[in-house]
């Protein structure tokens, strides 16, 4: 039997524990207190409050900013846990001086805090969030390292999309014009296409690229370079696919969309 003291001591312990993060987001709270949702390794999403946060004298402040690699230290309390420490491990400073980049990072983390459940470990879906942000301040091409990183993020939620044979029938594809469909959960050859009224056209080449960035992820994204009606195809299609599996849009998509289109009119 467990000694008094012994309980004690391990109810100490569990009062105060020390996990690393990425910053999701944050929220004001209160006159002077932020609200931050951490993703972490082994503790899943979490919540917690950092007082004092929002004053410019906060020692807390620059290690919380959304992106930020950081270790914390945090008690826990009655209804929400307190950060008490906090220091950075990588603040991705690149990426939050450049808005392009914020909103291709606020696109990757939005997806992870959408598709997770509080206290949920994600040890692979926490790793490649971390490797997509790292990746993003070095790519000179992070539309396809975006689609390398739904792909891989869809593996780990348990929704892979079929892409080597027809989802339905199982039959090896031909370079030719076949079928996607969400509800299906991947490829239609061009017979079984014909028969699924919510399936839609996929090109020789975006199948091939979804291939390549599915099997490659990220490291393979480094090397790929899509034309512009591949990429929109692409985009298309897993737009598609992750709100039939996921069953949400994401804002930082419609963000995303409309700076393209903002940057087409000046640089036509």
């Given amino acids: 039997m467990e000694s008094g003291t012994g309980h004690l001591d391990r109810e100490r312990a569990e009062r105060v524990y020390k996990t690393e993060g990425i910053v999701l987001r944050h929220g004001d709270m209160g006159e002077a207190d932020r609200l931050i949702t951490l993703f972490t390794p082994y503790r899943g999403k979490l919540r917690a409050v950092a007082k004092g ?141 014909a028969r699924e009224t919510d399936a839609r056209d996929i090109t020789p080449a975006s199948l091939a690229m979804l291939r390549r960035l599915q099997d490659g992820g990220l490291a393979a994204a480094a090397s790929l370079h899509m034309s512009p009606d591949t990429r929109l195809e692409i985009e298309s299609v897993l737009a598609e696919y992750l709100h039939y599996r996921l069953e949400f849009d994401l804002n930082s998509a419609h963000v995303l969309r409309s700076l393209r289109r903002q940057i087409a009119l000046f640089n036509p």
């Fill in 53 to 193: 946060a929002r004053r410019p004298t906060s020692k807390l402040a620059g290690h919380l900013e959304q992106f930020t690699h950081t270790n914390v230290l945090i008690a826990r309390g009655r209804s929400l846990d307190l950060i008490t420490q906090a220091q950075s491990l990588h603040s991705f400073i690149a990426i939050r001086e450049n808005l392009r980049l914020v909103l291709y990072a606020s696109y990757a983390v939005e997806l992870v805090d959408r598709s997770t459940e509080w206290d949920s470990e994600n040890r692979q879906l926490f790793n490649l969030l971390y490797a997509m942000l790292v990746h993003l301040e070095i790519t000179q091409h992070p539309d396809t390292a975006l689609r390398a990183f739904e792909l891989a993020a869809l593996d780990i939620l348990g929704y892979k999309p079929r892409l080597d044979k027809c989802v339905v029938c199982n039959r090896p594809l031909d370079s030719v014009i076949n079928g996607f469909s969400a509800a299906a959960g991947g490829v239609l050859c061009p017979l079984c296409r």
